[in-house]
C-alpha cells in the first residue's frame, strides 16, 4: 500500500488518476478506477453537453471528477456548470490558461488539477490556484507541447512547487505504464501519477478493440508527435502543442507534408471520416503514448490500478532496507 499527500487529500487508496481522455474516459472506465481504490476522470474533451449529462449520471454514486481542454471550454463556458453542479471529485484542466476558470471551480468547493508541460505553465497554474499541477512529459500520448521529458520535467516541477506553493500536489504523466513508472515518479518528487494510454487499454475503455489491438502489437519506437490529424480534423489547436500517436500510411503520407494536406483538405478530410467508420487504423489515428510498448494484453482497469500499486510498493521497499544498510 502505498500512502502519499494525494491518497490523503483524495481519500483514496492508490496514488493513480484516470487521464481524462476525451471521450475515451467514459463513466464505465472512470468508475472502474475510482473503484479499485485510484481517481476516475471524465473525459470532457472538446465539450459535449449530451455526452457530459449523460455520463455525469451513469457515475452517479462513485466520486469523479472531469477534465476539459481549456481553449474549448473557453468557447462552451456552460459546460463547467454542468461538471460543478454533479459535485466532482475534481476539476482538470489542460492546454490553456486556467485562470478563467479557477475561481468559479474553488468557490465550488471543487480541487482544481491543472496539466503543465514547462515551467513557465508551472507557474501559471500556482498563480491560478491550483490544488495539483500534472507535470506531463512529452512521452504522453495525445497532445502536448513535448519538448520535456517526464524523468527531468516532475523534479523541476516538484522544486518549483516546494520553493512557491509547498502545499500543493504534484502528479507525473507521460510514459507512466506500470509500477516502474509509478515508483519513479514517486521518487522524482511527485505525489502520484495520472495515466492515460495504459487505461486506454483496458476492458472498460470506449476505445475501438481493432485499435487496442493494434497498439497491443506496436512499441514506444512506432510513435510519433504530429499535427496531421488535428489538420484533418480541423481541430484548431494552438502552437505550440501537437499529439503523439501511432504510426500508420496515414501519418507516413502526410507527416511533413502538412501545407499540402492542408490544400488537398477536403478529398482527405473524407477519407478520413470512411476510415473511422470502418474502423480503418491504416488511416484513422490511435492516439498512444511510449508507454505502448509496455501494454501486451488488454486488462480490467481494476487490475491496472492494482498492479501497479502492488508493484511500485514492493519496488519502492525493496530498495528501502538497502538505502538504510548504505547510509548507515
Known sequence: MLTTRLTHAFGIEHPVVLAPMDVVSGARLAMAVTDAGGLGLLGG?????????????????????????????????????????????????????????????????????CQVH??????????????????????????????RSTFTLVPDIADLIADRSPGTLLLGAGGVADGRGLAAALALGADGVLVGTRFWATEEADASARAQARA????????????????VRRYDWPAPYD?????????????????????????????????????????ANVIVGEGVGL??????????????????????????????????
Open 118 to 147: 514547462t515551467l513557465d505553465q508551472a507557474r501559471q497554474a500556482l498563480d491560478a490556484g491550483a490544488d495539483v499541477v500534472v507535470a506531463q512529459g512529452g512521452e504522453a500520448g495525445g497532445h502536448g507541447a513535448g519538448t
Open 295 to 328: 501494454v501486451r494484453e488488454i486488462l480490467p482497469a481494476g487490475e491496472v490500478v492494482r498492479r501497479m500499486a502492488q508493484d511500485a510498493a514492493a519496488r519502492l521497499g525493496r530498495w528501502a532496507p538497502r538505502t538504510a544498510a548504505l547510509g548507515g
Open 216 to 231: 497491443v502489437a506496436a512499441d514506444g519506437d512506432d510513435t510519433l508527435r504530429t499535427t496531421v490529424y488535428d489538420i
Open 243 to 283: 499529439a503523439r500517436l501511432l504510426r500508420n500510411q496515414f501519418v507516413e503520407r502526410w507527416h511533413g507534408r502538412e501545407s499540402e494536406l492542408d490544400a488537398h483538405l477536403t478529398e482527405v478530410a473524407a477519407e478520413f471520416t470512411a476510415a473511422l467508420a470502418e474502423q480503418d487504423f491504416d488511416l
Open 45 to 113: 474533451g472538446y465539450g459535449d453537453e449530451r455526452w457530459l449529462k449523460r455520463e455525469f449520471a451513469t457515475a452517479a454514486g462513485t466520486r469523479v471528477g472531469c477534465g476539459f481542454i481549456t481553449w474549448s471550454l473557453a468557447r462552451r463556458p456552460g459546460l463547467l456548470d454542468i461538471a460543478l453542479e454533479h459535485r466532482p471529485a475534481a476539476v482538470m484542466l489542460s492546454f490553456g490558461d486556467p485562470a478563467p476558470f479557477a475561481d468559479r471551480i474553488r468557490a465550488a468547493g471543487v480541487p482544481l488539477i
